[in-house]
Every structure is written in C-alpha cells, then in structure tokens.
C-alpha cells in the first residue's frame, strides 16, 4: 500500500527534489513549500520508491492537505 505525502499547510511548491522510480529513505526532503515567505521542507516518512509525483516545480496556490507524493515501501 503507498504512503501518501500530503502538503502541509497552503503555499507554493518552490522546488520537487524526487521523481518517479526514486529510491528514498526515511526523512530524506522530496519537496519544499514557500509559505509566507518561509519554506517548508516535506520529508519521506517512510523508505521506499516514489511512485506518483502530483506537484510541480512552481506550483501556485497549493491547499493544505493535498496528496503530492506516493510512496512504495
């Protein structure tokens, strides 16, 4: 069953560090949020393989709780 990386808070996506097929460990960053003008990095609360990316780089007007990342563990 995937982990579900969801945003936050609402804000923009400034950078997506990972893409699908992407092994990641636990607490590695896979995406950073502006919000208010401070970022907020997401990190992987799992280790797995990113297997869906929904957010772009430059993203605007993200809502909170929205999936951005699924990962396979």
Do not use: C, Y
């Not at 097929?21 to 907020?40: A, H, N, R, W």
């Amino acid at each position: 069953m995937a982990e579900l990386v969801r945003t936050q808070s609402p804000g923009n996506i400034w950078k997506v560090l990972v893409k699908p097929g992407d092994k990641v460990k636990q607490g590695d960053v896979l995406f950073i949020m502006e919000v208010m003008k401070m970022e907020f990095p997401h990190e992987a609360p799992i280790d797995g393989t990113v297997t869906a990316v929904r957010i772009s780089e430059g993203q605007e007007n993200v809502d909170g709780d929205d999936v951005a990342i699924e990962i396979e563990g």
